[in-house]
């Protein structure tokens, strides 16, 4: 299976600790696109990102969120001092190019976070 | 961002077709219509998209009224791995990588 992977699949922290989140495209694509679905709700975008450049992280909250995508290796997203209103499902998407209005994003199953 | 407009949820039987509305009244002339789902704790997956004329692909039709104000995704036969959100969305603006996910339809399918 090619598709977009994520793991892990379920990630357990305390308050305060920190989390990692990782996410391998699909091969051949180098835009990745990280979406959060807090429980009951729809799934929001956070951050665009291509190879070494972060395009757009207008969704990213200001303080303890952040994201990179190396130039090998997976792109990571790292939420510092994790609070209980983290626990949510963490979504990557990936495309081969960025204008994504006229091909569709791919998304990995998720990482499933819980916050005692 | 063009805002789209779906019931909360429909039901339908197995092996019927399932037509889902979406209305999208603001859309702009450069604003493609795209379809995804979400099954159970999965990810969202892409369904089926288009600007203007109707498109068929393996999985669905999606038929976009001659003035795109609206749409409706077509599963020709529903299977109960067809139960899942379905959510239509528009691109606009400058935003043209971002999906904005709204409640999306539940579609549950009796056997």
């Known amino acids: 299976n090619a598709g977009v992977m994520q793991n892990p699949r379920h990630l357990v922290r305390r308050r305060g600790q920190e989390a990692r989140l990782r996410c391998s495209p699909m091969?051949?694509?180098?835009?990745v696109y990280w979406y959060r679905q807090l429980p009951e709700e729809g799934l929001k975008f956070m951050v665009y990102?291509?190879?070494?450049?972060?395009?757009?992280e207008s969704g990213m909250p200001k303080e303890r969120f952040s994201a990179e995508f190396p130039k090998e290796g997976p792109s990571i997203l790292r939420i510092q001092q994790v609070v209980r209103g983290d626990s949510a499902a963490y979504f990557c998407?990936?495309?081969?190019?960025?204008?994504?209005?006229?091909?569709?994003?791919?998304f990995g199953d998720g990482t499933r976070l819980s916050i005692l | 961002d063009a805002k789209t407009t779906q019931p909360n949820s429909m039901e339908s039987n197995e092996e019927e077709p399932v037509h889902l509305p979406c209305n999208h009244s603001?859309?702009?002339?450069?604003?493609?219509i795209h379809w995804y789902r979400q099954l159970p704790s999965q990810g969202p997956e892409y369904v089926i998209h288009?600007?203007?004329s109707n498109v068929n692909n393996r999985m669905a039709s999606l038929a976009i009224a001659e003035d795109r104000k609206s749409s409706t995704l077509i599963l020709h036969r529903a299977t109960l791995r067809d139960a899942a959100v379905y959510y239509c969305?528009?691109?606009?603006?400058?935003?043209?990588?971002?999906?904005?996910f709204g409640k999306g339809t539940l579609l549950t399918v009796n056997p």
């Open positions: 969305i528009l691109y606009s603006g400058g935003s043209n990588y971002k999906l904005t």
């Open positions: 288009g600007l203007t």
């Open positions: 990102l291509q190879k070494e450049n972060i395009i757009d």
């Open positions: 603001t859309i702009s002339g450069t604003d493609y």
């Open positions: 998407a990936s495309s081969p190019t960025g204008g994504a209005w006229k091909q569709p994003q791919h």
């Open positions: 091969k051949g694509h180098s835009h």
